[in-house]
């Protein structure tokens, strides 16, 4: 019998709704993070879209992105870990 980490993109690939998953999980899981590893600039930063293997972090404050942006690798990792099967390969800081 199949689990439902091996089933679930499975169905979802079948319905077509696997993109739109996968870009939820990781925005959602790099919301998380950031609000976790920069809580005074969680107001600031918003990880806005996932697509080609990009993830999209909008920022309103120029100092949220000064210190986001060396945070992108600890992200990055922590991504790889929870999103497991996802590729991840950069990470976007822009001003909104």
Do not use: Y
């Amino acid at each position: 019998m199949d689990s439902v980490r091996v089933l679930l993109p499975r169905v979802l690939h079948n319905r077509g709704f696997h993109v739109q998953a996968t870009a939820s999980q990781v925005t959602f899981a790099a919301e998380r993070w950031l609000h976790v590893a920069l809580p005074q600039f969680a107001t600031f930063l918003r990880a806005e879209r996932f697509s080609h293997a990009t993830l999209r972090i909008a920022c309103t404050h120029g100092i949220a992105a000064q210190e986001c942006t060396p945070l992108i690798p600890a992200l990055l990792a922590h991504l790889h870990k929870e999103c497991w099967g996802v590729r991840v390969e950069e990470v976007m800081v822009v001003r909104a």
